[in-house]
């Protein structure tokens, strides 16, 4: 995985993407990431249900798919574009700030989807993507609602392509999903969406204003026409942001052509609506506003309502149901423990039918159910198969109803109010309106729940704070607050709704028409009151207050506590009658006192049918007999006695037969009820039980199929990649056979199979039970000792019919260290036979160079001995000297090519062989910068020597350390312009040697120090072309110091600018004994040296160097006698007897060589010192001359003083 960016260097994403995925997702993961493009500038956070103990190898698979960054999440790590987060197992991810969250996982059900969208809501808002994917169970549906209405986007997988769909029709039903699709089509969608401004939309879309206040409402016109809402009371800003976001999401340019969009498409006008209404709901939203209700405000409900009035609460914009149900749970759990039995009543309405429909149904998916205490969830919730049912007990307490809250008239008689986060949609002056009507619904001291951001406004001195931070309050009297109440209509399918209005006259909205029909009642009307069915006043025409008194203690609008005495019986008795006949009554002489004394009515009752009432009101009036008579359907002299009476056995029947009824229903109810209660016993203590399972088992079965699928990843990864060995063994012909601990055969591939003659089913056989083709014995002790061992074998084999094989045995390695072994034939037939070709070409070649160097020496020995004898002759004339010089030199030079020529072939070959013996590096350099000295000087070049004061002993060949040190301070000399500064440094670096040669001449290039040392590679900056070599001289320096153990390092600051060579050799002490010069015994020592010891037969075919040797042997004092080929030169020394012979090596008759074994058969000359001429120099050359019986070797061309040199170490030199 890559390395995570500095901070200063995170390119912050422009959408940030949750992905969800449980069961299944694998799949759609793959699908998703294979097609989405890397460079999207979104970042992706991948949520799964991981097992908390397994270690999840998403991060290598999602290499697999993209090449966008793949991190494992850590806590507080920022969010990058084109980048992947996964969560790591037994852990919750949040997003806060753009950064990640990491906390380990709480207890029970883990819904880690709906966690992670929410804080990615919360966080990002319009820039949060929420994407579910493949998956069983509901984690997911809370979360897609928070990024839907923080405006962002929600896709998810269509179900059809979904393993598992458990998760995406969670999503799909909670209506706020953009788009279904499947992963290659949400990958697309993404894409798109990723180059979308995540900013508002402004203006600059559309050059006529993109939100214009005239096509706002020819939106609000056709969302009024097709479902009845006025969408002109909300806030502008709430309507256009959801406005806008459709006209992104649709792609439209502006919003002219969006509202020719919703003209023709009834679909998005109906998302449109969905987006506007949708709310945001849960069970115990605001945890802590809930605990409030709980401790605070259920139980005084309780408490203070009287026996047999029923608690009304009200839950305006209820949305899905789920504020209301709690509130149901706390009243419940309120009236229980206060152990009161009273009847509560809770409205639930909202103005979205979809969203009631869902409420109704009382059916939530188990991650809604989040929020509740496992008690709470087995009390009030019985589990389905598709989810959690809230109980029947539960439902009856609960109506829900459609209704607007800006249209309808409100529910009266209330005990509390919650309208919660609805409000602030809403423009300032229909809050006001709303507010208004929730004042006049609630009864005194009757309570206001509101949202964290609403308050009562200008009405707040009306109210009572209970908890001004939860937005809590009590009503504090009964004012009248909306003088155009009157008239307001009930809402369409609602139940009727009694309250302080009047019955709205029909097709009428004039209000001064209504105030002269009020004006008309007045008058012609006696004093009369308008009654609901109640028995409450709801209108008063005339003077009744002299007739009416106000009961002591609470306040009651009920007329029958206004009048006591007969009168009171009156009324009650033409209320009834009236209520049963449907037709007016009228009693007369009825005794009332008034505040004027004592007076005689009539009192009369006459039922009112209203429209959309299901029961009239009744309009009772009261005259005094003194004022004439009206028409009546019955009048009666009033009989207390007899109304009395008439009324008690009415009241008496329907008791008895309320009683009947009632206790054969508690009877057997009562039998009911001990059955049931037994069963429900158990059904709740098995219920509990498998609850409990359930939900394990289901939390466990994703975990091991989320597991699962990575294991079947990796199989399939397995497999192609035995797939890929299998085709590869096959497409290189290896012969390869693996076998296991036991020497089992595990597999084997064709081309082995025939050198073992196996077949498919001998695989789990042991190998030893198999003959094969090869001439190798002990094949399976081989097998058995890599196994033990661990050492890998190898040797060339080969089988009966001749095919050469390198057969190379290696330990197969495992988890568990060696686990089998691993044998492989390579086919090395082909490469023998060009091997033996290529020997047989390089034993050419060293023929050739041979032979070359023979053929050049002996031109050159005759050349330098013609030379020797010129200079000995005497003093040269200038014009003879100079071109002597030039001969001289050219010889040197190709003399050195030469050696250098066939040093290569021999250190190429391995042919070197070192003389070692312990020696002083120092003595050796400081010869050789002797002997350099006149070069330099000639250049005009300056020479510095720093050797150390003491001797630096060195074991190893002195002539091939002469050899590096000469090659290093030619070659300084050669690339180092006249006037240049050579340095020449030997000393010990404690038990190493260190020589350094330095200049400061033509430099080195990069690329030339580095192939500086390869064959024939020569520095291009050349100075002197004219003494230029063959480039090999630097890598005969180099392979030279590797023999003896050393190393050779170059250094140059560039061309011109120098060079310095630093050889590192191992170091000694200095020896115990220090030896001189070893001295050569010769042959001829004990023989008294004379004038005979001193004659030599040089025996040559090339007249040329035969004559001009044999003139500077004799100048040196050698009496000389000369043959031209091998058997002349027999005779000669056998008939005379020399004291030493020079043989050439290519003579003509017989060879050198058969001269010298001759010559050592032979009593009479077995004793003659032999010396070998020859220009062959290589090492096997020596052992054939030494082989031969030859006492030396001097190879050609060389100085006289050299042959001198030899002949005096082998006892032959001249006497004095």
Known sequence: MPNEASPDRIVPPSYVVGVGASAGGLEALEQLFRHVSPSTGMAFVIIQHLSPDFRSQMDELMGRWTTMTVRVAANEMPLAANTIYLIPPNAELIVSDQRLVLSERGEGIPLPIDLFLRSLANDLGRRAVAVVLSGTGSDGSRGVRAVHDAGGLVLVQDERTARFDGMPRSAIETGTVDEVLGPVELAAALERHSVRPPTELDDSRDPEGAVREGGMHAVFGLLRDRYGIDFSCYKPGTIRRRTERRIQLGDTKDLSA???????DRGELDALYHDLLIGVTEFFRDAETFEWLEREVMPRLVQEAKSGHELRLWVAGCATGEEAYSMAILLSEAISRMGRSIPAKIFATDVHRPSLDTASAGLYPEAALTALSPERRQRYFTREAKGFRVTAELRRMIVFAPHNIIRDAPFTKLDMVSCRNLLIYLQPTIQRKVLSLFHFGLRKGGVLLLGPSESPGDILEEFETLDSQRRIYRKRRDIRLLPGLRGMPPAPGLPPMTGLGTVRIAGSSDGHLVDVFSSLLEQSLP???????????????????????????????SVLDMLDGELKLAVAGALHRASLAKEPISFSGVRASSSIGERFLDVHVDPVEVPHFPEPFFLLSLRDVAEPGRAVVSHETVDIGAISHDRLEALELELRHTKESLQATIEELEASNEELQATNEELLASNE????????????????????????????????LTDDMDNLLLSTEVHTLFVDEELR????????????NLVESDVGRRIETFAHDLTFEGLGDVLT?????????????????GTAYLMRVVPYRGQRTHQGVVLTLIDITELRRVELALREQVKLRDQFLAMLSHELRNPLAAINNSLTLIRRRGPLADAVATPLSIIERQSRHMQRLLDDLLDVSRVTQGKIRLRREVFDVV??????AQQTRPTVEKREQTLVVELSDEPVWVSGDPARVLQVIDNLLSNAIKYTAEGGHLTLRVSRDERRVKIVVQDDG?????????????????????????????GVGLTLVHELVALHGGEIEVESPGPGRGSTFTVWLPGVDEPAVREGAPATESKASGIKLSPLSAKLVLVEDRAELRDSLAELLKDEGYEVVTAADGNEGLDTIVRERPGGALLDIGLPGIDGYEVARRLRARADTANVVLVAMTGYGTEEDSVRVRDAGFDAHIVKPFLIEDVVQQ????GLAVAP
């Open 923 to 928: 003595a050796l350099a400081r010869d050789l």
């Open 745 to 756: 055969i595990r597999k084997f591939t064709p081309a082995i199979a025939q050198t073992f």
């Open 258 to 264: 969006y509202i020719d969009l919703l003209h023709v």
């Open 1207 to 1210: 002949l005096h170490e082998l």
């Open 527 to 557: 004093p009369s009151v308008l009654l609901d069915q109640d028995r409450r006043i709801v209108h008063s025409f005339g003077d009744v207050a002299s007739l009416l008194r106000l009961p002591r203690g609470r306040p009651s609008l």
């Open 1002 to 1030: 033509a430099g080195l290039d990069e690329e030339t120090r580095a192939r500086i040392f390869e064959m024939f590679v020569q520095a291009d900056t050349t100075l002197d072309r004219s003494n230029g070599g063959l």
């Open 689 to 720: 039980e498998l609850q409990s399972t359930n939900e394990e088992l289901h939390s466990v079965n994703e975990e091991l199929y989320t597991v699962n699928a990575e294991y079947q990843r990796k199989i399939d990864q397995l497999t192609e």
């Open 785 to 801: 000792r890599t196994l033990n061992s661990g050492q890998r074998f190898e040797q060339e084999v080969s089988t009966r019919s």
